[in-house]
């Protein structure tokens, strides 16, 4: 990607100094089925204590374990500013900051001027959001409770290594899709969502958060066709979206399930099957509108 010297975004959080600092899922209550549903929504990119690192969007209630809401939150650094003895790798930093800061000037532009930036923060291990404990094992996520996305940027080499997924567009694509979980909570889908799915089977709240998914994977091309540099370039270069395709590929729900269960349970998918996730990727970065993303 071609960011060159291009600036990086302001809105972060380094909390990686801080280790997890012993927080956890400990003393939290337990969760409820997807019928039951809590208030607090959470973006994804896996369940805690599984491997399977899959972007996603998931209810607090069908975590099994994440039911504290995020009532003791344990405050964090100032917006900007680096906690004492970071860990967070200094390339790593750059590139994901220019990645957000890319976003923001993209979706300010396609939003005609409105667009509220978020907040990343990176952590280590773990930390604590609006929305309850973060853990490494879960992912990157967006919290729309405070409308943070959370990373502990270990996911990248997971990317890389086990999903064989590599590339910096690969990374790149891991932020715009949880900017893109952002872009639906301004605008109102996080809530519509939720509210159909306190309506439905739980087979059905499973197809509403599948189609959450593909509208932010949709938005993520969105952002990568029409994101410039300073030099008023395309920041996508020659085989950057294969890597996303790649990406896209590896964290589809019927792939998951084929290697971690054997069976692919289509009433299951909770992110969309490896077809659905490219072709929603595919079809943002080929048209450049976000109106062809529909939820």
């Known amino acids: 990607m071609r960011f060159g010297d291009d600036p990086e975004s302001g809105n972060f959080i380094d909390d990686t100094g801080r280790g997890g600092g012993g927080m956890g899922l400990g003393g939290m209550g337990g969760g409820n089925a997807l019928g039951c549903l809590l208030p607090m929504i959470m973006s994804r990119f896996g369940i805690g204590g599984v491997i399977v690192l899959i972007i996603g969007y998931f209810l607090l209630s069908s975590l099994g374990g994440l039911g504290g809401g995020g009532s003791s939150i344990t405050p964090s650094s100032q917006t900007g500013q680096v906690a004492p003895k970071s860990t967070l790798d200094p390339n790593t930093k750059r590139f994901t900051l220019q990645v957000l800061g890319s976003t923001e000037k993209t979706w300010n532009e396609l939003l005609g001027g409105k667009y509220q930036p978020t907040t990343l923060v990176f952590y280590s291990e773990a930390d604590q959001s609006g929305c309850g404990a973060a853990q490494s094992a879960m992912g990157p996520f967006y919290?729309?409770?405070?409308?943070?996305?959370?990373?502990?940027?270990?996911?990248?080499?997971?990317?890389?290594r086990r999903f064989q997924a590599p590339g910096d567009f690969a990374m790149a694509y891991v932020v715009a899709?949880?900017?893109?979980?952002?872009?639906?909570?301004?605008?109102?889908?996080?809530?519509?969502?939720?509210?159909?799915?306190?309506?439905?089977?739980?087979?059905?709240?499973?197809?509403?958060?599948?189609?959450?998914?593909?509208?932010?994977?949709?938005?993520?091309?969105?952002?990568?066709?029409?994101?410039?540099?300073?030099?008023?370039?395309?920041?996508?270069?020659?085989?950057?979206?294969?890597?996303?395709?790649?990406?896209?590929?590896?964290?589809?729900?019927?792939?998951?399930?084929?290697?971690?269960?054997?069976?692919?349970?289509?009433?299951?998918?909770?992110?969309?099957?490896?077809?659905?996730?490219?072709?929603?990727?595919?079809?943002?970065?080929?048209?450049?509108?976000?109106?062809?993303?529909?939820?």
């Open 143 to 160: 919290c729309p409770n405070d409308k943070r996305i959370y990373l502990d940027t270990s996911f990248f080499n997971e990317l890389s």
């Open 177 to 295: 899709h949880e900017v893109g979980h952002h872009v639906q909570d301004l605008m109102g889908t996080l809530d519509q969502a939720h509210n159909a799915q306190a309506r439905s089977s739980e087979t059905q709240g499973n197809a509403i958060q599948v189609g959450v998914e593909l509208q932010a994977d949709c938005y993520a091309g969105v952002w990568a066709k029409n994101a410039k540099n300073s030099r008023g370039e395309s920041v996508m270069e020659q085989g950057d979206l294969e890597e996303g395709i790649r990406a896209a590929e590896a964290i589809g729900d019927d792939t998951l399930q084929r290697q971690t269960q054997g069976t692919v349970v289509p009433d299951s998918f909770t992110h969309g099957s490896s077809a659905q996730r490219v072709e929603a990727l595919q079809r943002g970065y080929t048209s450049g509108d976000p109106s062809v993303c529909k939820f």
